[in-house]
C-alpha cells in the first residue's frame, strides 16, 4: 500500500508552541542565528566541521524540546533522490577531496569508485541533515507572525533605499505558512486519484521513479489550488484594509534581552570557530590514522 503521509507531515511551516528558552528567544536574534548556521553549513568543507555543526545542532534541538524525529520528518520525501545522486557521485565522481590523495577502491571501465567519492557522499548526507535541521528549527520554535516582525525589524534599514523590506518579510511569511498547507492538499489530490484506479508505483524495483513520473500530472491541480488560495488570501487581506509597508505600524514590539545577546555571541564565536580553525588538517590526521590501522588489519589477514 503506498504511503502518502510523507507529503502531508512536512514540517517545515509548522509551529510547535513548547515554551522552551529557544521559543522565548527574540526573533531577530532567531533569523540571525539560523542564517549564520546555513552559511556554516554550505561552507563547511571538512567532516570535523559538519560533525561539529550537527553535534551543535542536535544540542538545539535538545535545548527547544522538539522531538529529532518529528524535525526530520520532512527529509523522507527527498530519501529517493539522495540515493540517487549518492549513487552516481559514488561511482562516477573523479575529482579530490581537498588536497588529499585518492585511493581506487574498485574499477570497472568508467566506474571509478574511490576514498573521496565516499567523503564526499557522507559530506553530502551530513549536509541535507543539518540544512533540514536548520530550517525545521526556525519555524517549528517560532511563529509565522514573529518571523514577519523579526525580518521587517531586520530590514528596515533598508527602506531608505526604497527596499520593500515589508513586502519581501510578507512573502517569506506566506510562502512559510502555505508550505504544509500545499503538502497536505498533494496529498489530498493524490489519495483521490487512487481510489479512482491512479497508480502512483505501487509494485516493482525502481517504484520510485514511476511514482515520480506518475505525480507530473498532480501538478496542474496543485497549482490551480494555490492560485485559488492566493486569491482568497488577496480578498481577505483587501477586505481588512491592508496597505502595504510604507507608514504602516505594528502592534507587536520587539526588545532584546540578555539572553538573545548571549545565544547570538555563542553562535558567532562557534561559527568563527568553523570558518577559522584548520579543521581540515584534522580530518587528515583521522584519514591518515584510520589508514595505517587498516593497513595493519589486511596485514594481519595476509599472515
Not at 538545539?60 to 523522507?76: D, F, H
Not at 540544512?131 to 525589524?153: K, P, W, Y
Amino acid at each position: 500500500m503506498t504511503d502518502y503521509s510523507a507529503f502531508g507531515n512536512l514540517t517545515i511551516g509548522q509551529y510547535l508552541p513548547y515554551g522552551s528558552l529557544v521559543h522565548h528567544l527574540d526573533p531577530r536574534a532567531k533569523i540571525v542565528m539560523f542564517s549564520l548556521l546555513v552559511a556554516g553549513v554550505t561552507f563547511a568543507s571538512s567532516f570535523s566541521a559538519s560533525v561539529l555543526l550537527l553535534a551543535a545542532l542536535m544540542g538545539i534541538v535538545r535545548l527547544s524540546r522538539t522531538p529529532l524525529r518529528y524535525a526530520l520528518q520532512g527529509l523522507r520525501p527527498a530519501l529517493p533522490w539522495i540515493a540517487i545522486f549518492a549513487t552516481l557521485q559514488l561511482l562516477f565522481y573523479q575529482g579530490q577531496y581537498g588536497s588529499d590523495v585518492c585511493s581506487t577502491i574498485w574499477s570497472w571501465g568508467f566506474i571509478n569508485i574511490t576514498t573521496c567519492s565516499i567523503r564526499q557522499i557522507g559530506l553530502m548526507v551530513l549536509r541535507l541533515l543539518e540544512f533540514m535541521i536548520v530550517i525545521s528549527l526556525l519555524t517549528l520554535t517560532t511563529t509565522t507572525a514573529e518571523l514577519t516582525h523579526g525580518m521587517d525589524l531586520l530590514l528596515s534599514p533598508l527602506r531608505r533605499l526604497r527596499f520593500p523590506a515589508h513586502e519581501l518579510s510578507l512573502i517569506f511569511a506566506i510562502a512559510l505558512r502555505f508550505a504544509p498547507t500545499l503538502a497536505g492538499e498533494l496529498e489530498r489530490i493524490m489519495k483521490a486519484q487512487a481510489s479512482r484506479g491512479a497508480d502512483f508505483g505501487e509494485q516493482g524495483r525502481l517504484r520510485f521513479i514511476q511514482r515520480t513520473r506518475n505525480m507530473l500530472p498532480l501538478m496542474v491541480p496543485l497549482f490551480l489550488s494555490a492560485l485559488r488560495r492566493a486569491e482568497d488570501l488577496t480578498l481577505a487581506m483587501e477586505a481588512r484594509g491592508y496597505t502595504g509597508g510604507k507608514g504602516r505600524t505594528s502592534y507587536v514590539t520587539l526588545s532584546a534581552q540578555p539572553a538573545d545577546y548571549l545565544a547570538l555571541g555563542t553562535v558567532c564565536v562557534f561559527c568563527a570557530i568553523l570558518f577559522f580553525l584548520p579543521l581540515e588538517t584534522l580530518d587528515t590526521l583521522i584519514v591518515a590514522t584510520v589508514s595505517h590501522n587498516m593497513q595493519e588489519v589486511y596485514s594481519l589477514i595476509a599472515h
